[in-house]
């Protein structure tokens, strides 16, 4: 129900943009929020979105640097991700949140993407 793209490989200081589709465009007046998780770690938030879009929430890691948003009318949330650092390797998942706003809590998103892959060099 949602596809993340967008993950690569990008030098430190880079930049990359992830998005996420949903195909059920219901999906479009859900919170969304973005997490990710590195190798040997926890899940973690990243930044979230209300349905509206506006109202956003950031992880102090991301403040600053990466910017969430969303176009309802194509049914995507983007990440807009800036001065990437090695620490920010991780699979990138998107979540939807189908009653509430946006959240920082992974355990209140109720449908998650595949991931996509992340990788900073150094």
């Known amino acids: 129900q949602l596809q993340a793209s967008g993950g690569g490989l990008v030098q430190a200081g880079g930049s990359l943009r992830l998005s996420c589709t949903a195909s059920?465009?219901?999906?479009?007046?859900?919170?969304m929020g973005w997490f990710r998780q590195a190798p040997g770690k926890e899940r973690e938030f990243v930044a979230a979105?209300?349905?509206?879009?506006?109202?956003?929430a950031y992880a102090d890691s991301a403040k600053g640097r990466f910017t969430i948003s969303r176009d309802n009318a194509k049914s995507t949330v983007d990440l807009q991700m800036n001065s990437l650092q090695p620490e920010d390797t991780a699979v990138y998942y998107c979540?939807?949140?189908?009653?509430?706003?946006?959240?920082?809590?992974?355990?209140?998103?109720?449908?998650w993407g595949q991931g996509t892959q992340v990788t900073v060099s150094s």
């Open positions: 979540a939807a949140r189908q009653y509430g706003g946006a959240s920082v809590r992974d355990r209140e998103y109720n449908h």
């Open positions: 979105i209300s349905w509206s879009g506006r109202s956003t």
């Open positions: 059920d465009p219901t999906v479009s007046f859900y919170a």
